[in-house]
């Protein structure tokens, strides 16, 4: 019996588990106000599409000029020289410890993971071929930018790379001689990391919660067996 009730706890821990992965990007959501990067680093140059919350940037830069309480992409256009100037300034890429100058091609209203958008598309460009870079996002020292998560995709060197950008973990680095640097709290968490340490200690979680049920329901079934056997007995004569 107590080998079945052991089964039956397994079967949810493993289903759980497989949510796992998701709920860093729900929890995100629902509690903090979500972006999204979208990098690519080419021989001489670095095209960064930055994704932001409307709604997030309304508090730094007056968006809904109607007061409707929306934000339109008529109102982004009219407010594209404050967006660029919010976006770009924020926003540091350097290669050989050099800095560009953001180019934002565009910035227009848009949708990304079925949210409303505001993207900006900023290309960085450098003298020399990009054999390193380094990224620095640097919202969060703006003084009220304070909640935010920005969920990055990194194409570079022939891989991939996803890493999340948050208030304690606002830079990124990598160099073609080496793996991408990481440096205490200031480099950027892989999302695979993130995904690891969660499975990890999902599992230490749900393991002795289970362990936890699995000894109550024994003890209350001993003292239930306890007080049956107490019941039966008839009184000496």
């Not at 079945?4 to 729900?26: D, M, R, T, W």
């Not at 993971?113 to 900006?120: D, E, F, Q, S, V």
Request: net charge negative; charged share 20%.
């Amino acid at each position: 019996m107590a080998a079945k009730k052991i089964s039956a706890y397994v079967k949810i821990a493993i289903l759980l588990l497989g949510l796992l992965p998701v709920l860093p990007q729900i929890s995100s959501a629902h509690f903090e106000p979500i972006g999204y990067s979208e990098i690519v680093v080419g021989t001489d140059s670095i095209e960064y599409s930055l994704y932001m919350d409307p709604y997030q940037l309304q508090e730094f830069v007056e968006l809904d000029l109607n007061t409707d309480g929306y934000v339109d992409a008529e109102e982004v256009k009219e407010q594209e020289a404050a967006l660029n100037a919010f976006m770009g300034s924020n926003l540091q890429v350097l290669s050989g410890g050099v800095a560009s100058e953001p180019l934002i091609k565009q910035t227009v209203m848009t949708e990304k993971g079925k949210l409303p958008m505001i993207m900006a598309q900023i290309e960085y460009k450098f003298a020399k071929p990009v054999e390193d870079f380094e990224i620095n996002y640097r919202f969060f020292q703006v003084e009220g930018f304070v909640h935010h998560i920005n969920m990055a995709h990194i194409q570079f060197a022939d891989r991939e790379q996803e890493v999340v950008f948050n208030q304690t973990s606002t830079q990124f680095s990598w160099s073609r001689d080496g793996e991408n640097n990481s440096s205490g709290h200031v480099s950027a968490i892989a999302k695979p990391t993130l995904i690891r340490w969660g499975i990890i200690l999902g599992c230490l979680l749900l393991f002795s919660l289970g362990v936890l049920i699995w000894r109550r329901r024994n003890s209350a079934k001993s003292v239930n067996l306890q007080t049956g056997n107490k019941a039966v007995r008839k009184p000496a004569n």
